[in-house]
Every structure is written in structure tokens, then in C-alpha cells.
């Protein structure tokens, strides 16, 4: 039995199985999946897992490079991306090699159609307007 990190399998075993540039969605209970990425369902009811719950559990398994971020957020959920761009930064700051996450704001439908591209998207229960992102994985070594 797993002792410590993600205990979900499906996650744990994407994650495994990243290299450096691949990608992995983490998005809101409406965000559409496209049939033929793989859909990892969280959501146990509206607003559980949450989207901060769920980033921080994959980012304490994952070294992130890159995010993308929907450019909607700004104006229709801006406390979120507050948070995230605060989170983001203590991701950063915990790192002894100094390095920056670049953040990369796209059109919602833009990001939509980048999800064909990861390696899964994780469905959380978050019910906040564009609470999406994709984690571009950096390099460890």
C-alpha cells in the first residue's frame, strides 16, 4: 500500500509516466473532456475536490515549468487567480533552484482545445467560473 503522495492510481501513474513538456489539466466540474484524452473524475459533488485541493496535491508530486491559464479568469474569477498566482509563487520560493513558473494566458476555447494535447485532464467538483489550468511539467535534474 502507498505511504505518502497522491493515493489516486490514475493520477499517480500519469504522472509517472511524464516527461519534461508534457502536460496535464487539472479543471472545473464543466470543463469538456475530448474522448480521447484520458478524464481522471474527481468530483464527488458541486464544489468537492476543490481546484486549489486538487493543484496542490499534483504540484507536491510534479515539477511545473509552465501553466496556462484561461485569460477569462482575470475578469470573471479574479480572487481565484489571486490565489493561484500566490500559490504559484510559493511554489517558486520552495525551490532551491530559483526558477520561474511562466504563466501563459490563452482564450478559453484556446485551452479547450489544448486538452486534446495532455497526458489526462483531472475533473475536480470547483464550480468557479474557468478555475482550468495546464501544468506543463519542467525538468527535475
Known amino acids: 500500500m502507498k505511504k505518502h503522495g497522491i493515493l489516486n492510481s490514475d493520477i499517480s501513474k500519469v504522472l509517472s509516466c511524464m516527461g519534461h513538456t508534457d502536460r496535464i489539466c487539472i479543471g472545473d466540474c464543466g470543463l469538456p473532456i475530448p474522448e480521447e484524452t484520458q478524464r481522471i473524475d474527481l468530483a464527488l459533488r458541486f464544489g468537492q475536490p476543490t481546484f486549489m485541493d486538487v493543484l496542490k ?5 510534479m515539477k511545473i515549468e509552465k501553466v496556462y491559464l484561461a485569460e477569462e479568469m482575470k475578469e470573471k474569477s479574479p480572487a481565484l487567480l489571486d490565489e493561484l498566482k500566490s500559490f504559484l509563487t510559493r511554489l517558486e520560493t520552495g525551490c532551491e533552484t530559483g526558477f520561474k513558473i511562466e504563466i501563459e494566458f490563452v482564450s ?8 486534446k494535447g495532455c497526458r489526462a485532464v483531472i475533473r475536480t ?3 468557479t467560473p474557468y478555475a482550468n489550468i495546464i501544468l506543463q511539467s519542467g525538468c527535475i535534474f
Open 57 to 61: 496535491e499534483v504540484t507536491d508530486d
Open 108 to 115: 478559453h476555447t484556446k485551452l479547450k482545445k489544448m486538452t
Open 125 to 127: 467538483g470547483e464550480t
